[in-house]
T-cell receptor
Framework: AQSVTQLGSHVSVSEGALVLLRCNYS??????LFWYVQYPNQGLQLLLK??????LVKGINGFEAEFKKSETSFHLTKPSAHMSDAAEYFC????????????FGKGTHLIIQP | DTGVSQDPRHKITKRGQNVTFRCDPI?????LYWYRQTLGQGPEFLTY????????KSRLLSDRFSAERPKGSFSTLEIQRTEQGDSAMYLC?????????????FGEGSWLTVV
């Protein structure tokens, strides 16, 4: 069975500082991994996805994530935080295929301090 | 690209009433999904359709819940005899094809409050 653990329900960083959101997964097969962002009262927007090609994946809004099989991790980073990055971030894994649904972590709320 | 559209965006209902949500997927997307999200949690899978066929239902989907996609285009999710525990955001999503890693596009959700 697949599962996702997001370390830290809340992460606070200063504007301009490095953003690091942690995600560890469990999967019995090579996984496909996703990061989604959710702004208040809105649906989810795809930031980036790993589909067994390059281990370093670049997404929208300056975010990127690195797949590390040995650590079963897929941490999300951004070199310099903007106020507009404040949102909820979800890591998700697809084991049977994106078409069969995703298993999400509980989310990390990113707070940006001015 | 009109995206995934959901209606209504917000619904307040009294306990025991029935509610129905509609989802219009991205045109030509043959897979359609329903998820439920409660406060402070990630979305949880409820069910999905391949065209008009409902292929999987989560154990979260009690017999009070029913979903349809009659012509393989829009879908409805009906909740009968609503309970306070049904209060959540119901998210619809769609994707093209069945390849692993296909991107799933989400709508903005339908908020349900049961009072």
């Amino acid at each position: 069975a697949q599962s996702v653990t997001q370390l830290g329900s809340h992460v606070s960083v200063s504007e301009g500082a490095l953003v690091l959101l942690r995600c560890n997964y469990s999967s019995s097969v090579p996984p496909y991994l996703f990061w989604y962002v959710q702004y208040p009262n809105q649906g989810l927007q795809l930031l980036l996805k790993y589909t067994s090609a390059a281990t370093l994946v670049k997404g929208i809004n300056g975010f990127e994530a690195e797949f590390k099989k040995s650590e079963t991790s897929f941490h999300l980073t951004k070199p310099s935080a903007h106020m507009s990055d404040a949102a909820e971030y979800f890591c998700a894994v697809s084991e049977r295929g994106g078409a069969d649904g995703l298993t999400f972590g509980k989310g990390t709320h990113l707070i940006i301090q001015p | 690209d009109t995206g995934v559209s959901q209606d209504p965006r917000h619904k307040i209902t009294k306990r025991g009433q029935n509610v129905t949500f509609r989802c219009d997927p991205i045109s030509e997307h043959n897979r359609l999904y329903w998820y439920r999200q409660t406060l402070g949690q990630g979305p949880e899978f409820l069910t999905y359709f391949q065209n008009e066929a409902q292929l999987e239902k989560s154990r979260l989907l009690s017999d009070r819940f029913s979903a349809e996609r009659p012509k393989g285009s829009f879908s409805t999710l009906e909740i009968q005899r609503t309970e306070q525990g049904d209060s959540a955001m119901y998210l619809c999503a769609s994707s093209l094809g069945s390849q692993r890693g296909n991107t799933i596009y989400f709508g903005e959700g339908s908020w349900l409050t049961v009072v």
